[in-house]
């Protein structure tokens, strides 16, 4: 048996599991485009509603059995993978502007990172904390102040450290005033 090459590949998505029927009609309707608009005319970006629409539209059809799309002549199904691959790269590339509704209360802008914590502030763990036994299960954890020396949230304790760290120094950011 000869000796493979050595590669790097644990935690990289696996492509081949996709379908090659999915790269060819997304790629066709990306070729449509292409000579519709221009070459790239999408890497501009635009809202995601304009992107959700689209793909819902062609979804309709597919839903209403057809599996066409009569302007273009490639797949409805691919014209929605054209669109979710377009979200998900003008997301990547921040040219996506989300004007999407939100019915969750809109949250107040943080306060400058560095800022103070207050009793009835949360704050949120940005940084690996604890001892050996908790140390990262909080981060990413939102705490509500209920003293100078301790934070609440789902059964965790956070305390104040006086060394800097906990909930008044670098492991915490203020995100919403009490």
Partial sequence: MSEQAQRHNTGKPELSLLPPVAFEETARVMAYGAKKYSRDNWRKGGPVSQYIDCAYRHLNRIAEGEDVDAESGCSHAGHV?????????????GKLKDDRYSAKPQQQEPPESGDTAKVGDTVRVVTPHGND???GFTQGVEFVVRSREKA???????????EGYGIFGKDCVVIKRG
């Fill in 81 to 93: 993978m054209a669109n979710m691959a377009f979200l998900l790269e003008l997301k990547r590339t």
């Fill in 133 to 135: 036994y908790t140390r």
């Fill in 152 to 162: 609440y949230a789902n059964g965790w304790i956070l305390r104040a450290n006086p």
